[in-house]
Each structure stands twice: as structure tokens, then as C-alpha cells.
Nanobody, 125 residues
Framework: QLQLVESGGGLVQPGGSMRLSCVTS????????MGWFRQAPGKEREGISC???????YYEDSVKGRFTISRDNAKRTVYLQMDSLKVEDTGVYYC???????????????????WGQGTQVTVSS
């Protein structure tokens, strides 16, 4: 059974940093692309970053230059390092397995993806 468990969320002030972790089990992480989505209050869920099996990465403009996605297959874990956080980054962040990494903005496809339960990130002064 595929499982994704996010952790690392919490309260942080604007301009601060936070690292999210996604511990995976039940599948061979090495061969699959992984992504992070988020859902802000009153907004639709949106894809923000993706990392493929060869460690190639993709970022939407909203987080590009501030967030970094990475993977450690030996630890079966995917990370999202978030720097220079803004109030607009507030939301529930979801780890996604078997996502199709976009090649262009807003072209996310998740027909066979699996989702974690999410972790809350609150950016507030």
C-alpha cells in the first residue's frame, strides 16, 4: 500500500524558512516523479514543484527562486525547502506521488497520482 506522510509545517514569520519532508513507503521511489501541491484558504489546489526520477526539477513562477525540491531515495524521502516565505505562501502543502512533471506553466497532470494528507504552513507576523 502506497503511503505518503508529510511533516515540517507550522508557523513562521514572513521572510523566514521552513523545510517540509515527505516520507514514502509501499512503492519504489527511485523510478517515480514526485511533486508538491498546495491549497491556500479560499483557493484551488495548485501544483508548485516537481522532481523527476533523474532529479530534474520544475517550479511554478510563484515559488521559483525561493523554494527548492529535492529527493533522497535511500531515505525514501522528498523535501521542499522554502526560503523567503511570504504571507501568500500560507496553505496546506501536499506531497504527491507518480505525478507527471510539467514542461510548461500550469500543465499539471495527476491521473494516477497518490496524495498525502497534507501539512499546514502558516506565514504570519
Amino acid at each position: 500500500q502506497l503511503q505518503l506522510v508529510e511533516s515540517g509545517g507550522g508557523l513562521v514569520q514572513p521572510g523566514g524558512s521552513m523545510r517540509l519532508s515527505c516520507v514514502t513507503s509501499g512503492f519504489t521511489l527511485d523510478y517515480y516523479a514526485m511533486g508538491w501541491f498546495r491549497q491556500a484558504p479560499g483557493k484551488e489546489r495548485e501544483g508548485i514543484s516537481c522532481i523527476d526520477a533523474r532529479a530534474g526539477t520544475y517550479y511554478e513562477d510563484s515559488v521559483k527562486g525561493r523554494f527548492t525540491i529535492s529527493r533522497d531515495n535511500a531515505k525514501r524521502t522528498v523535501y521542499l525547502q522554502m526560503d523567503s516565505l511570504k504571507v501568500e505562501d500560507t496553505g496546506v502543502y501536499y506531497c504527491v506521488a507518480n505525478v507527471a512533471c510539467p514542461q510548461y506553466p500550469d500543465t499539471w497532470r495527476t491521473p494516477a497520482a497518490s496524495w498525502g494528507q497534507g501539512t499546514q504552513v502558516t506565514v504570519s507576523s
